[in-house]
């Protein structure tokens, strides 16, 4: 298989400019790893705390010193439907590790937030923030030295990015994510967008709108649309990190069992007393990163990641920069269809040949990397494999040849589009990213008067008021990571797909984030430099005529350019930052960085 030359071509110029840091980094990781962990070089005391609160068997064998231990960090609550399964996990993690003559012990947890629940409230604007306080807690979990490798359990938007970002920092020490999958299919995706927008209209009242939210998230397990948090399963395993086909199995059956024990054994596989030796820091290097974006355009996936990917490649010592993300979506073919960018779910992904079919086309078209570690060993042939149970063991199975539905899994030979769904859109107020894979072509240009708003509220009060009822662009600025933490504006959604399906040539503009669940709406995202940054979206008024293309990658005000550059940026005078949290974070909001940077404060 010949790597496609397009591919070859960004991966060089990703080794090239980061070819400093990345030197620096894994000089950092193997001095780490020839310094230890030698529990043998602590003190009494130091050891006799590590062991203090383990069970019998436990305490003696590392007491004894020569067994491997294993770090688990966790980020379990309730809160989260995906990460409530993750109760039972240190249980069976700890037996499977006794079985195999090791010790596992939960190092620490990590916060977990649930963005369903803060959407469009004041918590969320704590939510981009949280992925640098679960890196730190993630750091904590593991700065006792004590662990020859590592399993992090977490799944959701910005706890996967945040655990990497940890992990790295421990890169030394070998590391599987361990998902919980996916809750049992609910209420039609359709059919719930449908009933939004009966709500938006005020058609029909909060009783029924909630009956059929229950109806969609309704049981353990990530939400089953195609949004951050399965985008971050499916690049947990196409970059190596999972077993493969773990990523969306369901919980709380035996095969999802099966694959949390197996988890322990791959860990001590790849522990420097194992067989092959292979840390995180080593797995996750430009190629992987490379192949991490191929596979998150070919899936349609989460525009979130043109931020989080940007800052974990960061914290593995590798520049990424959205233009990669734009070359990268040229080379490669949309080749699935789950919700927002189709009707179907993850599980209908899954069951249509998940993520092994994905991997081997996009592999075999030689859209990947295949010379790249993985928790498995060196390659990506294992991860055309799918898992069964035989008895109580597990074994991999080579993936079904064919897409058991074409609606949601295709091959390479027969797209959904030629390219991905992530684009990159340059202009006269600055930089921006748009997801067009759920857009449909005659959309993907916009022009349009503006309707400037600094709040979401002030964007639905206009919305209910019909001010709105016209092509129109909306603008909501003051929403980036220096503002206020740059929350998603997901609520806005339904209203401005009802003014879309009235016909209106619509679109939004915006410094702050869409989510995952970016959907029919063409959405420039992510504008930067923001407006609280004094970037020029904030010189945008009502009225200005603009234009979104997303075919030429263009993002304007068509006002005359000396009177637009002469203009001064509004200064957005917003009220103190009190009240669920927000205070705590106003150092996060101070040292933040721009979002084609990562929008990272550590």
Same mark, same amino acid.
């Given at each position: 298989?010949?790597?496609?030359?397009?591919?070859?071509?960004?991966?060089?110029?990703?080794?090239?400019?980061?070819?400093?840091?990345?030197?620096?980094?894994?000089?950092?990781?193997?001095?780490?790893?020839?310094?230890?962990?030698?529990?043998?070089?602590?003190?009494?005391?130091?050891?006799?705390?590590?062991?203090?609160?383990? @069970?019998?068997?436990?305490?003696?064998?590392?007491?004894? $010193?020569?067994?491997?231990?294993?770090?688990? *960090?966790?980020?379990?609550?309730?809160?989260?439907?995906?990460?409530?399964?993750?109760?039972?996990?240190?249980?069976?993690?700890?037996?499977?590790?006794?079985?195999?003559?090791? *010790?596992? $012990?939960?190092?620490?947890?990590?916060?977990?937030?649930?963005?369903?629940?803060?959407?469009?409230?004041?918590?969320?604007?704590?939510?981009?923030?949280?992925?640098?306080?679960?890196?730190?807690?993630?750091?904590?979990?593991?700065?006792?030295?004590?662990?020859?490798?590592?399993?992090?359990?977490?799944?959701?938007?910005?706890?996967?990015?945040?655990?990497?970002?940890?992990?790295?920092?421990?890169?030394? #020490?070998?590391?599987?994510?361990?998902?919980?999958?996916?809750?049992?299919?609910?209420?039609?995706?359709?059919?719930?967008?449908?009933?939004?927008?009966?709500?938006?209209? %005020?058609?029909?009242?909060?009783?029924?709108?909630?009956?059929?939210?229950?109806?969609?998230?309704?049981?353990?397990?990530?939400?089953?649309?195609?949004?951050?948090?399965?985008?971050? $399963?499916?690049?947990?395993?196409?970059?190596?990190?999972?077993?493969?086909?773990?990523?969306?199995?369901?919980?709380?059956?035996?095969?999802?069992?099966?694959?949390?024990?197996?988890?322990?054994?791959?860990?001590?596989?790849?522990?420097?007393?194992?067989?092959?030796?292979?840390?995180?820091?080593?797995?996750?290097?430009?190629?992987?990163?490379? =192949?991490?974006?191929?596979?998150?355009?070919?899936?349609? %996936?989460?525009?979130?990641?043109?931020?989080?990917?940007?800052?974990?490649?960061?914290?593995?010592?590798?520049?990424?920069?959205?233009?990669?993300?734009?070359?990268?979506?040229?080379?490669?073919?949309?080749?699935?269809?789950?919700?927002?960018?189709?009707?179907?779910?993850? =599980?209908?992904?899954?069951?249509?040949?998940?993520? %092994?079919?994905?991997?081997?086309?996009?592999?075999?078209?030689?859209?990947?990397?295949?010379?790249?570690?993985?928790?498995?060993?060196?390659? #990506?042939?294992?991860?055309?494999?799918?898992?069964?149970?035989?008895?109580?063991?597990?074994?991999?199975?080579?993936?079904?040849?064919?897409?058991?539905?074409?609606?949601?899994?295709?091959?390479?030979?027969?797209?959904? $589009?030629?390219?991905?769904?992530?684009?990159?859109?340059?202009? =006269?107020?600055?930089?921006?990213?748009?997801?067009?894979?759920?857009?449909?072509?005659?959309?993907?240009?916009?022009?349009?008067?503006?309707?400037?708003?600094?709040?979401?509220?002030?964007?639905?009060?206009?919305?209910?008021?019909?001010?709105?009822?016209?092509?129109?662009?909306?603008?909501?600025?003051?929403?980036?990571?220096?503002?206020?933490?740059?929350?998603?504006?997901?609520? #806005?959604?339904?209203?401005? @797909?009802?003014?879309?399906?009235?016909?209106?040539?619509?679109?939004?503009?915006?410094?702050?984030?869409?989510?995952?669940?970016?959907?029919?709406?063409?959405?420039?995202?992510?504008?930067?430099?923001?407006?609280?940054?004094?970037?020029?979206?904030?010189?945008?008024?009502?009225?200005?005529?603009?234009?979104?293309?997303?075919?030429?990658?263009?993002?304007?005000?068509?006002?005359?350019?000396?009177?637009?550059?002469?203009?001064?940026?509004?200064?957005?005078?917003?009220?103190?930052?009190?009240?669920?949290?927000? =205070?705590?974070?106003?150092?996060?909001?101070?040292?933040?960085?721009?979002?084609?940077?990562?929008?990272?404060?550590?």
């Amino acid at each position: 298989m010949t790597l496609d030359a397009r591919i070859a071509d960004v991966t060089e110029a990703i080794v090239k400019r980061s070819r400093d840091t990345r030197a620096r980094y894994l000089d950092g990781i193997a001095k780490a790893a020839a310094d230890g962990p030698h529990r043998a070089a602590l003190s009494c005391g130091n050891l006799a705390h590590g062991f203090a609160g383990c @069970g019998g068997n436990d305490k003696a064998a590392l007491k004894g $010193q020569t067994v491997p231990n294993i770090g688990i *960090v966790t980020a379990y609550n309730d809160m989260l439907s995906a990460h409530q399964p993750y109760e039972r996990f240190p249980d069976i993690l700890r037996a499977a590790a006794r079985d195999a003559g090791a *010790v596992a $012990q939960v190092a620490g947890g990590v916060p977990a937030m649930c963005d369903g629940v803060t959407q469009g409230r004041l918590g969320m604007e704590l939510s981009l923030f949280s992925r640098d306080v679960i890196a730190l807690s993630t750091a904590v979990a593991l700065s006792h030295d004590m662990f020859d490798a590592a399993l992090y359990l977490g799944i959701c938007d910005k706890i996967v990015p945040g655990l990497v970002i940890g992990a790295l920092s421990f890169g030394h #020490l070998p590391a599987v994510f361990v998902p919980s999958g996916p809750m049992p299919s609910g209420m039609t995706n359709d059919e719930k967008g449908r009933i939004r927008g009966l709500y938006a209209e %005020g058609k029909i009242g909060r009783a029924e709108l909630l009956e059929a939210e229950s109806a969609s998230y309704h049981s353990p397990g990530t939400c089953t649309f195609y949004g951050t948090a399965n985008s971050n $399963q499916m690049l947990m395993e196409i970059m190596g990190l999972h077993l493969p086909g773990a990523s969306f199995v369901q919980p709380n059956t035996p095969l999802r069992d099966a694959l949390t024990r197996a988890a322990v054994s791959q860990a001590l596989a790849i522990t420097r007393s194992g067989n092959g030796y292979a840390p995180i820091g080593q797995i996750l290097d430009e190629k992987a990163f490379v =192949n991490g974006i191929v596979g998150l355009n070919a899936t349609g %996936g989460s525009t979130n990641h043109a931020i989080h990917l940007v800052a974990m490649a960061k914290a593995a010592g590798i520049t990424l920069t959205w233009d990669d993300f734009d070359r990268l979506s040229a080379a490669t073919p949309l080749l699935c269809r789950i919700y927002p960018n189709g009707s179907a779910d993850v =599980n209908h992904f899954h069951a249509a040949g998940g993520m %092994g079919f994905l991997i081997r086309e996009l592999r075999r078209a030689g859209l990947l990397h295949d010379d790249v570690l993985t928790v498995m060993g060196p390659g #990506l042939s294992e991860y055309e494999k799918e898992p069964a149970l035989v008895g109580d063991e597990i074994v991999w199975r080579d993936g079904e040849a064919e897409s058991g539905d074409a609606s949601v899994l295709r091959p390479v030979a027969a797209p959904f $589009q030629s390219d991905g769904g992530l684009r990159v859109l340059d202009g =006269n107020i600055g930089r921006a990213v748009i997801k067009v894979s759920a857009v449909d072509r005659d959309r993907w240009v916009i022009e349009a008067p503006a309707r400037v708003f600094s709040t979401q509220d002030g964007l639905e009060a206009a919305f209910r008021a019909g001010e709105l009822d016209r092509d129109v662009i909306a603008v909501v600025r003051f929403q980036g990571p220096k503002a206020n933490g740059m929350p998603e504006l997901h609520r #806005l959604t339904p209203a401005l @797909g009802v003014l879309q399906k009235r016909g209106h040539k619509v679109a939004l503009v915006t410094d702050g984030r869409m989510s995952g669940a970016s959907g029919k709406v063409p959405a420039a995202i992510h504008v930067t430099p923001e407006a609280a940054h004094g970037g020029a979206i904030g010189k945008i008024r009502d009225g200005d005529l603009m234009r979104l293309d997303a075919e030429s990658g263009r993002l304007e005000v068509l006002v005359d350019a000396a009177e637009f550059e002469g203009r001064e940026p509004a200064f957005e005078e917003t009220e103190p930052q009190f009240g669920m949290g927000r =205070n705590l974070f106003a150092a996060f909001r101070a040292a933040v960085g721009p979002a084609e940077q990562g929008a990272s404060a550590i």
